[in-house]
């Protein structure tokens, strides 16, 4: 009987580490986002910002091709396309021997606009979630090992819609 709960225990803390060691290692990558403003009138512009960090050991490789890919929303949050690439958005690379990494050290600034919806003309605000993930190449720095992975990513803002004068002096009323 006790030995049992032995090997029951051994199994359990072996199941728990693993997790806890297969969930940190996907963070090789930090991805913090927000959008500007945080408060954007229906029909009027927003910018999603995202800030890429590698982990302390790791590098990330310019090939294959880092990539946002941002899910569709139907929020009426609309952007000019659902995916950008390393080369589109303008990261510069740094040669070490034979391989070429990013330098992510510049904010991702993607512009996207608000929509108004049919369901949204009886509402005053809205609240949205921008969500994505992306797609890069980890290489190590010390071993130079590498694996190809991905990390997504979320964020929220309000969206309000903008009334005009005669909608507002009848409000008042």
């Given amino acids: 009987m006790r030995q049992k709960r032995i090997i029951t225990l051994?199994?359990?803390?072996?199941l728990f580490f693993s997790i806890l060691v297969a969930n940190d290692s996907r963070s090789f990558?930090?991805?913090e986002t927000k959008v500007e403003p945080r408060v954007i009138v229906m029909g009027e512009e927003g910018i999603l910002k995202i800030k890429v960090t590698p982990a302390s050991t790791m590098r990330i490789s310019?090939?294959?091709?880092?990539?946002?890919?941002?899910?569709?929303?139907?929020s009426g949050v609309v952007f000019t396309k659902n995916f950008f690439t390393a080369s589109e958005l303008e990261f510069k690379t740094q040669q070490e021997g034979?391989?070429?990494?990013?330098?992510?050290?510049?904010e991702i600034l993607i512009p996207f606009k608000i929509e108004?919806?049919?369901?949204?003309s009886d509402i005053q605000s809205h609240n949205h979630r921008?969500?994505?993930?992306?797609?890069?190449?980890a290489v190590e720095k010390k071993d130079s090992w590498s694996v190809k992975t991905?990390?997504?990513?979320?964020?929220?803002?309000?969206s309000k819609?903008?009334?005009?004068?005669?909608?507002?002096?009848?409000?008042?009323?």
């Fill in 116 to 120: 108004s919806t049919d369901s949204s």
């Fill in 150 to 158: 991905f990390q997504t990513f979320s964020t929220y803002f309000k």
């Fill in 10 to 14: 051994i199994i359990f803390f072996t």
């Fill in 130 to 137: 921008i969500s994505g993930k992306i797609i890069y190449t």
């Fill in 29 to 31: 990558i930090n991805i």
């Fill in 98 to 106: 034979s391989n070429i990494f990013l330098n992510l050290g510049k």
């Fill in 62 to 74: 310019s090939s294959p091709e880092f990539v946002v890919r941002l899910n569709e929303s139907d």
């Fill in 161 to 173: 819609i903008k009334k005009n004068k005669k909608q507002k002096r009848s409000a008042r009323k």
